[in-house]
């Protein structure tokens, strides 16, 4: 009975040995590479100073093309905005870029009205694109402030990294394979950070009325990263990307907004009804730019 309860013992120490090996070397790959944006910060950006930066959810991903931008106004900008995600990612977000020893003239955060009023925020599905960063403060601080099973998972893998990515083998551990055959491959998103969806067969239809929805920027993540913008000299400007149904109406006056929720009259610009397709990017992008050229003159 001894021998096989050593024998088990044995077979159990070898065992959680391999799937720590294992699991460090995932994470180690996917930090070495470019796959997800927190990574592809680091390795594949090496401009230190932008003129601006983008940070958002998807809506922020596919709204603003920076090429398309930067192009019209001759300046820089770099899209950091990740998918599935809120304003408390994009707050680590923020955290990450300047840990860089990056900086930027302006912050453009983009949200949907309801984004900048929630007052609870949670761990956000992909999170987790962070966790090869945990031997970062603020990464651990990120994951330790809430409370669900996620998060304890993602705070617990800076000590037992197998927890992480045995949790999220899918999207962890099969893209640190990829990534050591093809370091430089990015999740759906271009050089400069920007994505775009495809022009569907949609009805070109106007678009004649937008439900109007109050905005007073009562989510606490938006003054944290105000908070944070102005430790670090950078100019804070919240963007309302276009909707098919809603239109945005500000309350407040405490911060810097462009408002283009209701700027696209036409179903033919939107993949569905809160994202854009590659038309309607083209055309945000530039409105973005001409409205952005016009604050930065009168700034």
Not at 28 to 57: E, M, T
Not at 118 to 127: E, H, P, R
Not at 134 to 145: G, I, P
Request: proline share 3%; hydrophobic share 35%.
């Amino acid at each position: 009975m001894k021998l096989f309860l050593k024998k088990i013992s044995a077979l159990f120490i070898v065992f959680v040995a391999l799937a720590m090996l294992m699991s460090f070397g995932s994470l180690y790959f996917l930090r070495h590479s470019s796959f997800y944006k927190s990574s592809f910060l680091v390795n594949q950006v090496p401009q230190d100073n932008f003129d601006y930066v983008i940070l958002g959810a998807s809506d922020g991903l596919t709204t603003l093309n920076t090429k398309v931008i930067d192009s019209v106004l001759s300046i820089e900008g770099l899209n950091l905005s990740m998918d599935d995600t809120s304003l408390s990612s994009h707050y680590l977000m923020l955290q990450h870029f300047l840990a860089e020893g990056k900086q930027t003239k302006y912050c453009i955060l983009v949200s949907s009205a309801s984004g900048f009023d929630t007052y609870t925020n949670t761990l956000n599905n992909n999170d987790y694109r962070f966790l090869m960063y945990t031997n970062r403060a603020y990464v651990t601080e990120y994951y330790k402030q809430f409370t669900d099973t996620r998060a304890n998972i993602l705070y617990y893998s800076k000590w037992m990294p197998q927890l992480g990515v045995s949790y999220y083998n899918a999207e962890l551990f099969y893209p640190s394979l990829m990534s050591l055959l093809k370091p430089e491959k990015r999740n759906h998103f271009d050089d400069k950070g920007n994505f775009t969806y495809p022009v569907l067969n949609k009805t070109n239809q106007e678009i004649t009325e937008f439900k109007a929805v109050s905005v007073e920027f009562s989510n606490p993540y938006v003054a944290r990263i105000k908070t944070l913008c102005n430790e670090n000299n950078i100019e804070l400007i919240c963007y309302f990307p276009p909707h098919e149904s809603k239109k945005a109406i500000i309350k407040s006056s405490e911060y810097h907004f462009i408002n283009h929720s209701s700027t696209l009259t036409n179903t033919a610009y939107f993949y569905d009804e809160i994202h854009v397709n590659h038309v309607g990017r083209q055309l945000s992008s530039l409105n973005f730019a001409e409205t952005f050229r016009t604050y930065k003159t009168n700034d």
